[in-house]
């Protein structure tokens, strides 16, 4: 993966915009060149209600040693980070060969970090279950079998006959149709309890719109999305 010279951030201040370049690029202060892009825009009675936006531009220093055993650093860090990961998908393909039948084919990828384990086969359904409750608990088991053989947090994902991919378009509609519902009737929706995942679909889905919000209510497994006017 080849580190970044120079990236452009944004902050509301020209404080925050610095310290975020400063994570992004994992450098000190004094490892980076820092051009301003964009002023923070004064307030006035006018335009209280403008954003308040600082954009600069940090580029790193040439011919620097810290630089490059920062970057050199990040570079090991993320190779020994990709072996790991890579380590472990294999003992996830091993779970699932074990338990799923012969006429299941299952396919492990490692893709910006995260493990996507793909399901397919004949008489699959069972392997999806209502809205996807079996689906969910294989995630389960699989996030057991990562969190057993690695010490970091791994994110893995198991979808079957590409449910996932329908769900989730399934879920933006449901969405989309709901809002309109609300912006016409003026009265929130509750939604039935979702999982983390497909919450996250939602909220993703609205969260550009202008005319309502989303927010979560209820305890697990019966946490629910509340879609409203803002």
């Given at each position: 993966?080849?580190?970044?010279?120079?990236?452009?951030?944004?902050?509301?201040?020209?404080?925050?915009?610095?310290?975020?370049?400063?994570?992004?690029?994992?450098?000190?202060?004094?490892?980076?060149?820092?051009?301003?892009?964009?002023?923070?825009?004064?307030?006035?009675?006018?335009?209280?209600?403008?954003?308040?936006?600082?954009?600069?531009?940090?580029?790193?220093?040439?011919?620097?040693?810290?630089?490059d055993k920062v970057i050199k650093k990040t570079k090991r860090d993320i190779n020994k980070n990709l072996d790991e990961i890579e380590k472990v998908s294999e003992k996830i393909?091993?779970?699932?060969?074990?338990?799923?039948?012969?006429d299941c084919k299952c396919d492990v990828t490692v893709e910006d970090f995260c493990i996507h384990v793909k399901i397919d086969g004949e008489n699959i359904n069972n392997l999806i279950g209502y809205r996807g409750t079996t689906i969910n608990a294989l995630q389960t088991l699989a996030l057991a079998v990562a969190n057993k053989h690695s010490n970091s947090k791994i994110i893995v994902i198991v979808d079957v006959g590409n449910y996932r991919e329908r769900r989730e378009k399934t879920l933006e509609d449901l969405a989309e149709k709901v809002s309109e519902r609300v912006i016409k009737t003026k009265k929130s929706v509750t939604l039935d309890p979702m999982s983390a995942y497909e919450r996250k679909i939602i909220h993703t889905k609205l969260q550009n719109n202008d005319k309502v919000k989303t927010f979560s209510k209820g305890e697990e497994p019966h946490r629910r999305i509340v879609i409203a006017l803002k």
């Amino acid at each position: 993966m080849k580190m970044p010279n120079s990236i452009i951030v944004e902050g509301k201040t020209t404080a925050e915009a610095i310290e975020k370049g400063l994570k992004e690029l994992n450098v000190t202060k004094n490892m980076v060149e820092i051009k301003t892009l964009e002023e923070e825009k004064k307030r006035s009675f006018y335009s209280i209600l403008a954003p308040r936006v600082v954009k600069i531009e940090m580029t790193l220093k040439e011919n620097t040693s810290n630089t490059d055993k920062v970057i050199k650093k990040t570079k090991r860090d993320i190779n020994k980070n990709l072996d790991e990961i890579e380590k472990v998908s294999e003992k996830i393909k091993e779970f699932f060969v074990s338990i799923l039948d012969k006429d299941c084919k299952c396919d492990v990828t490692v893709e910006d970090f995260c493990i996507h384990v793909k399901i397919d086969g004949e008489n699959i359904n069972n392997l999806i279950g209502y809205r996807g409750t079996t689906i969910n608990a294989l995630q389960t088991l699989a996030l057991a079998v990562a969190n057993k053989h690695s010490n970091s947090k791994i994110i893995v994902i198991v979808d079957v006959g590409n449910y996932r991919e329908r769900r989730e378009k399934t879920l933006e509609d449901l969405a989309e149709k709901v809002s309109e519902r609300v912006i016409k009737t003026k009265k929130s929706v509750t939604l039935d309890p979702m999982s983390a995942y497909e919450r996250k679909i939602i909220h993703t889905k609205l969260q550009n719109n202008d005319k309502v919000k989303t927010f979560s209510k209820g305890e697990e497994p019966h946490r629910r999305i509340v879609i409203a006017l803002k």
